[in-house]
Antibody, heavy 122, light 107 residues
Framework: EVQLLESGGGLVQPGGSLRLSCAAS????????MTWVRQPPGKGLEWVSL????????DYADSVKGRFVISRDNSKNTVFLQMNSLRAEDTAMYYC???????????????WGQGTLVAVSS | DIQMTQSPSTLSASVGDRVTITCRAS??????LAWYQQKPGKAPNLLVY???SLESGVPSRFSGSGSGTEFTLTIGSLQPDDFATYYC?????????FGGGTKVEIK
């Protein structure tokens, strides 16, 4: 059974940093790209970042480019999101998700974690 | 960036109704489109990918169609479990983008 378990969320002051983790199990982790999607309270979904299976490629939404860094450790089946210079508008539920297709290019997501909540406030 | 526009934003319907949700892309995305269902407090769930391919385990009352810039998600006969919010997502190019969502409510 595929499982994705996020952790690392919490309350942080503006300008602060947070590192999210997503531990994966139930599939061959290093065969799939992984992504982070966020959802502000009461609002829609926003794609944040994606990393390819062997970390050769990563992409970011313009809203987080230069502040967030995605990485993965295939030996630990874990993907990370380092979030720096946090702003109030980064407040959201953060979900990690797995690409449905092996390999690159068809980035849609068949398994999602339960999410971890990030709140940026003074 | 490719903008995805869903309509309507809210839809009121009854059990048994046929429901259609539209998603328009600001430029051609061929058939690189997915649909998700999300219930309150839960993560999204993949329903359809490549515009019309039904995800395994998804009831056959759900169907997707379209190509280029206009796409639809149809629920053939609305069931109580289908009251939720639906999102489209393009994966033709980066940044990946979602539509604003369509909330299907009980009439």
């Amino acid at each position: 059974e595929v499982q994705l378990l996020e952790s690392g969320g919490g309350l942080v002051q503006p300008g602060g940093s947070l590192r999210l983790s997503c531990a994966a199990s139930g599939f061959t982790f290093d065969n799939y790209a992984m992504t982070w999607v966020r959802q502000p309270p009461g609002k829609g979904l926003e794609w944040v970042s994606l990393i390819s299976a062997h970390s050769l490629r990563s992409d970011y939404a313009d809203s987080v480019k230069g502040r967030f860094v995605i990485s993965r450790d295939n030996s630990k089946n874990t993907v990370f999101l380092q979030m720096n210079s946090l702003r109030a508008e980064d407040t959201a539920m953060y979900y990690c998700a797995k690409d449905k297709q092996r390999g690159a290019g068809e980035d849609h997501f068949d398994y999602w974690g339960q999410g971890t909540l990030v709140a940026v406030s003074s | 960036d490719i903008q995805m526009t869903q309509s309507p934003s809210t839809l009121s319907a009854s059990v048994g109704d046929r429901v259609t949700i539209t998603c328009r892309a600001s430029q051609s995305i061929f058939t690189w489109l997915a649909w998700y269902q999300q219930k309150p407090g839960k993560a999204p769930n993949l329903l359809v990918y490549k515009a019309s391919s039904l995800e395994s385990g998804v009831p056959s009352r759900f169907s997707g169609s379209g190509s280029g810039t206009e796409f639809t998600l149809t629920i053939g006969s609305l069931q109580p479990d289908d009251f939720a919010t639906y999102y489209c997502q393009q994966y033709d190019s980066y940044p990946l983008t979602f539509g604003g969502g369509t909330k299907v409510e009980i009439k």
